[in-house]
DNA sequence: AATTTAATTTAGCAATGGCTAAATTAAATC
DNA sequence: GATTTAATTTAGCCATTGCTAAATTAAATT
């Protein structure tokens, strides 16, 4: 599964729209394009985009496409998003991020708020190191208030 | 929270990278705009899209922003999109999809698979319903095999 | 086999979005 | 207060995207 393509897929309004109808019923693509106030060429574009990220899958039963949610794939990227958003700040690893040794002592990792803050890393050797465009990757601690 | 423009934001492979970059640690946008081979103005922009979907609070902090992930916004997308994913079909409404009332004692909910499905809605009468652009929302039932 | 019809695809157009480079803003240092 | 510097904003460019209308495809009916 292709979590990007899910998103841009499912990032536009129309889409959404028929995602939610699709949720509910189960249209053809005319009655969408009604509901949808949309050309049926337009609707099959969005069908696709949606059956490209593997949202949906389509079946013709008859005159008419079948279309069917893969909610798998839903309930997959909600558990990848919610993974995203219970990521922990890491402990600062200066040497992998760039920072000078001589200012690896003073990192730490600032979780939320501003608690464990401590000065480093933006002091005056940093400032005075380069022309601004050799500005390393830093420890991304900064300055208590 | 406006979980369109959530959506858009994240649904950008560069901007997923900050998200990613921003959650594991803090830097400053020269260091972004290093570590993704952007320019800084470019980098700007995106915070700005990140920032107005409520995904980021920025603080500035000595000389450099300090970017804060709102995590809530995140949680919140991944709860509903997990709604979104466990939504059921609904028993069919005829009278609110536009069915003709001929057809709507047939009508029936098609959960996944086929195996609940009847004939009906699409049938003789339908078809011949009109010049086709009139083509009612129908009650989205269809042929068994 | 010919016809009808639902859906898809294509061509062309307008709007949106992301990028760079340059100008501007805002804040910290001197 | 002048200078320095990080970040933002702006202007201009190119690529992408979504739309309509028309052409095409594919399948069911006759």
Redesign the pocket.
Known sequence: MDRMLVL?AIS?E?RMKIMSLLLHHNY???ALARKLN????????????LRDAGLLT?E?K????HYDVNREVLHALAADIETLASMERELCTPEESGCHSSEQEYCHTQKHGNEEVRESCHG?DF?KGGN?HE?PGHCHCHKSE
Chains 1, 2 share one sequence.
């Open positions: 841009k536009d129309t053809c693509v005319r949309l050309s049926e060429g337009a609707v099959s574009q969005h069908l696709k985009v389509g013709k008859g005159y008419f496409m005056a400032a601004g500005h």
